[in-house]
């Protein structure tokens, strides 16, 4: 395909990549058009490949390939017009990354991102690295999975080694009774790459930590947040974590992502995802080599947001200050309903509180449970932030 424009093409520099270089991003889904829209914010130009030419970062991407993210050739021809290339998810065939990265820095890295994709491998290195893991198998076969449950004791989650997110391709495993069941949805991602056996943690919370590393191999983290899902999907998230996360804990999860994000060699964000134990251990549940939405306070609520941090660290920047300014809370404004046109009713009244901020992300359609947008509120606590977060969400809805 011939661009519709010349875009700044530059060779692969030695250091840093300026504004007007073109960044390309694989993914158009939010993540990647609240990158995009930092980058232009920075003078950079964007191009983004994405299966759906009605993408979230289609209005705002300066060239918008069509495919998927298995097209190797849709990757080789991002980066032919990009200085950098980024991705916004971790489920990008492998064989694409490496096409990509065969001809420009493909940023956090092509590591990063097979190891993040399959859950599998993603555990080895966790281990490797000295990071806190919950009890696993790996598991190929029906029985396989049969010896490995009782070993590891009920309950469990069964989870396909590649391909998952917001809790999908996972299974809960109450007990032999769910075995049956279990095995017959995920079969066919076992033949495929895998599956994941794990213990069920008895969690006091979930925490995340963005944590975003330069060129120079230098770690800057953000601050703690404190995450609450609903069946996978993430609904909320506060900042600094609240009780029980004490500012000795919130130390150790930034040190850890420090030290995972150095293990990984990542140049870019890199989000790791923790339980808490009763007993204060952190244990990894998964990473992303990315921007992630547990990490969307940091547009108000922190001197740099995860995505200008992202820009910075891939285009061999400097990293702004990831200093929070105070309490913050992120609620997901999930769809609801059958599929159809998407419009959002009560906006005006749920933006009368002025330390409202609404994010949509410009999603053609809503259905049940899909992620349309974010609300963030800055507060004295996160907790008076999230009441009142809370206020403005319960006046909107899909109509
Ligand atoms: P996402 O895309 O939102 O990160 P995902 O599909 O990658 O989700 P996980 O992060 O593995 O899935 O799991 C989603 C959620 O399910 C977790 O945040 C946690 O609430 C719960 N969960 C997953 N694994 C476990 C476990 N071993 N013990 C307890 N809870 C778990
Ligand atoms: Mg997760």
């Excluded at 060779?11 to 270089?21: G, H, N, S």
């Excluded at 989870?159 to 809960?172: C, L, M, P, T, W």
């Excluded at 191999?217 to 601050?223: D, H, N, T, W, Y």
């Excluded at 009763?278 to 740099?304: C, F, K, M, Q, Y």
Aim: hydrophobic share 45%; net charge negative; proline share 7%.
């Amino acid at each position: 395909m011939t661009p519709s424009y010349t875009l700044a093409v530059s060779p692969p520099p030695a250091d840093a990549i300026l504004p007007p270089a073109t960044i390309g991003i694989i993914g158009g889904g939010q993540l990647g058009r609240m990158l995009a829209m930092a980058a232009r914010a920075m003078g950079y130009r964007i191009a983004i490949v994405d299966p759906d030419p009605d993408c979230p970062s289609a209005s705002v991407a300066d060239e918008l390939i069509v495919g998927g993210y298995d097209d190797e050739g849709a990757a080789l021809r991002l980066a032919e017009m990009s200085a950098v290339v980024t991705y916004e998810l971790e489920h990008v065939a492998a064989a694409v990354g490496r096409a990509a990265a065969a001809i420009r820095p493909l940023r956090p890295s092509l590591r990063a991102l097979e190891v993040t994709q399959d859950r599998l491998a993603e555990r080895r290195f966790l281990e490797g690295a000295g990071a806190g893991v919950a009890p696993w198998r790996e598991v190929r076969t029906r029985a396989e999975l049969e010896a490995a449950a009782p070993a590891l004791g009920w309950p469990l989650r069964l989870k396909a080694a590649i391909g998952g997110y917001d809790g999908r391709s996972q299974v809960r495993i109450a007990g032999p009774g769910d075995l049956e069941p279990a095995w017959r949805e995920l079969e066919r991602s076992a033949a495929a790459a895998g599956l994941l056996l794990e213990q069920e943690l008895d969690f006091a919370c979930e925490l995340s930590v963005v944590v975003a590393r330069g060129l120079d191999g230098r770690a800057v983290p953000f601050a703690v947040g404190r995450n609450r899902h609903d069946a996978g999907i993430l609904f909320e998230t506060l900042v600094p974590a609240p009780a029980p996360v004490t500012a000795a804990i919130a130390a150790r999860a930034q040190e850890l992502a420090d030290h995972l994000a150095d293990s990984l060699d990542v140049v870019g964000t890199l989000t790791v995802e923790l339980f808490l134990l009763a007993d204060g251990e952190l244990v990894v549940n998964e990473l992303a080599p990315r921007v992630h939405n547990s990490g969307h306070w940091t547009i108000e609520g922190a001197a740099t947001s995860q995505f200008e941090q992202h820009v910075r660290a891939i285009c061999g920047l400097p990293l702004g200050d990831p200093a929070a300014h105070g309490a913050a809370a992120m609620i997901n404004l999930l769809g609801s309903g059958e599929r159809r046109p998407a419009q959002l009713a009560g906006v005006a009244a749920a933006l009368d509180d002025p330390g409202v901020h609404l994010h949509l992300y410009d999603k053609r359609h809503v259905f049940e449970r899909r992620k349309m947008g974010h609300l963030t509120v800055l507060g004295v606590t996160p907790e008076d932030a999230l009441e009142r977060a809370v206020r403005a969400r319960d006046l909107l809805r899909w109509s």
